[in-house]
C-alpha cells in the first residue's frame, strides 16, 4: 500500500487542522492505520491508531480528548483530527500501515510527513 498525508499548515494555538492520509495499492480496509510524529531534535513518537473496522482506536495521552482519528474505507482515506493545538504539537506527521498490527512503533508502510506548525 502506498500513502500519502497531507493537510499540514501554520495554525495559531488552541486552532484546528484536519490531515489526511490517502492511500492506494492494497485494500486499505485490511490495514490498520497510525500516525506519528517528530519534532525537530526529539524521536518520533505515537499519536494514534484505528484499527481496520475502525472498532478500535488508541490515543497518545499527550492528545487524548483533542484529536480523534477516523477512517473512510470507501474512500481509501484516514484523517487525524487535530483541536485545541498547542506548540508542543508542531511536528512533521507521519501516517502508516500495518497488515497485522494494530499499534506497532515500527509499522511496514509509511507515507511522507506533512509538517504541522502551532504558534503560540
Known amino acids: 500500500v502506498q500513502l500519502q498525508a497531507s493537510g499540514g499548515g501554520l495554525v495559531q494555538a488552541g486552532g484546528s487542522l484536519r490531515l489526511s492520509c490517502a492511500a492506494s495499492?492494497?485494500?486499505?480496509?485490511?490495514?490498520?492505520i497510525q500516525w506519528f510524529r517528530q519534532a525537530p531534535g526529539k524521536e518520533r513518537e505515537f499519536v494514534a491508531a484505528?484499527?481496520?473496522?475502525?472498532?478500535?482506536?488508541d490515543y497518545a495521552d499527550s492528545v487524548k480528548g483533542r484529536f480523534t482519528i477516523s477512517r473512510g474505507n470507501t474512500k481509501n482515506t484516514a484523517y487525524l483530527q487535530m483541536n485545541s493545538l498547542k506548540p508542543e504539537d508542531t511536528a512533521v506527521y507521519y501516517c502508516?500501515?500495518?497488515?497485522?498490527?494494530?499499534?506497532?512503533?515500527?509499522?511496514?508502510?509509511w507515507g511522507q510527513g506533512t509538517q504541522v506548525t502551532v504558534s503560540s
Open positions: 502508516a500501515a500495518d497488515l497485522y498490527r494494530f499499534k506497532p512503533m515500527d509499522p511496514a508502510y
Open positions: 495499492g492494497r485494500a486499505f480496509s485490511n490495514y490498520d
Open positions: 484505528i484499527s481496520r473496522s475502525s472498532s478500535n482506536t
